[in-house]
């Protein structure tokens, strides 16, 4: 079972991602590829996610469906990386590992040791009772056991109309648990509030190093230091600003829709428009194409960013055309803008 889990887990979460990544993105930065890759990936899902819940389908039937078709193409993604890869690209590798100075090194896992002690706090020393998470993690449940995709009422078993509340069922990300419950056979429970917050948190402490380290570029003693500064001051913050903070939402519930919104999707936009400054026209168009299906994977995750990702969009958008004074880029940033703002519309309609 254990191995069975980690498999499931590191196809769903890795290689896969990775792979279709590859067989659309070509930039030289392999965090384009694996972003772009993972909410392509996302994408997918809530497409047929959608599908499949307006038309009572098979939550199993589902599942093999997205493992067809993102398979496939991350083995052809995967297929083209093996071709393009060399022995330079390894040595490479070796070459930056080396190239960390023994304080850095020090550092990095004095970094990783606090994020692991936080993880394993918010997992197994963490009770978090609310009745809006107590429904997403019914939802996943749920979801498992009618083989249906969030149709039915978990706590009464009443079968609802499709699109029942709109914002439960478009951002269905707790559904994305049933999936990989379904795969791995471990119950969708655990998957959504244990096993998956590991991998969310801890990717939500890498985009922080991420911003961090684009800030610090030139002094990467600098960055690790400022991640402890910061990491302390989300303690502070979570502790001072309980239940009203994106700090709070991290430690304590940081599998829910919302704390991935402001913890992960919000930070890689900054990121990706951050990036896109600082690169040649080609890794530029990289960027464009990753910034796209972020902001249509996103829409799975919480129905908090219909609104919120427009909006970042707007300001960040008009910030980047004043400052480069290229007007023309604006439609690009109103295309990204387009999915939240459409799911925005259809939810309060």
Request: aromatic share 14%.
């Amino acid at each position: 079972m254990i191995v069975r889990v980690c498999a499931v887990l590191l196809l769903a979460l890795f290689v896969v991602p990775f792979g279709m990544g590859e067989a659309f993105i070509s930039a030289r930065d392999k965090r384009l590829v694996y972003f772009g890759g993972l909410f392509a990936s996302l994408t997918v899902f809530e497409i047929l996610m959608l599908i499949f819940h307006a038309a009572m389908g098979s939550l199993r039937v589902m599942t093999a469906l997205w493992c067809l078709l993102c398979g496939a193409v991350a083995v052809y993604g995967w297929c083209k990386y093996g071709r393009s890869v060399g022995k330079n690209g390894l040595a490479s590798v070796r070459a930056s590992l080396k190239d960390w100075t023994r304080t850095e090194k020090l550092l990095l896992a004095v970094c990783l040791g606090l994020v692991v002690l936080q993880i394993a706090n918010t997992v197994f020393n963490v009770t978090y009772k609310n009745w809006d998470d107590e429904t997403y993690c019914a939802n996943a449940v749920g979801a498992v056991y009618t083989d249906l995709v969030n149709r039915v009422a978990p706590e009464s078993g009443v079968l609802h109309p499709a699109f029942y509340n709109k914002k439960y069922v478009i951002a269905g990300w707790p559904i994305y648990s049933s999936m990989l419950s379904v795969l791995s056979g471990i119950h969708a429970a655990i998957i959504y509030r244990t096993i998956l917050p590991i991998f969310e948190m801890a990717l939500a402490y890498y985009l922080l190093y991420s911003l961090l380290r684009h800030f610090l570029r030139d002094d990467r003693r600098k960055a690790l230091i400022a991640f402890v500064f910061v990491y302390q001051f989300f303690l502070l913050a979570a502790k001072n600003m309980s239940q009203f903070s994106n700090e709070w939402w991290l430690l304590v519930n940081g599998w829910t829709g919302k704390a991935l919104a402001f913890n992960v999707v919000t930070p890689l936009v900054l990121w990706l428009i951050l990036t896109m400054e600082d690169t040649d026209p080609a890794e530029r168009k990289s960027c464009w194409q990753v910034l796209f299906v972020v902001g249509c994977g996103a829409c799975l995750i919480a129905a908090s960013l219909f609104m919120t990702l427009p909006v970042l969009f707007a300001v960040w958008g008009l910030s980047y055309c004043l400052r480069h004074k290229d007007w023309g880029q604006l439609w690009k940033f109103a295309l990204c803008a387009v999915p939240a703002a459409a799911c925005a519309l259809i939810t309060l309609h």
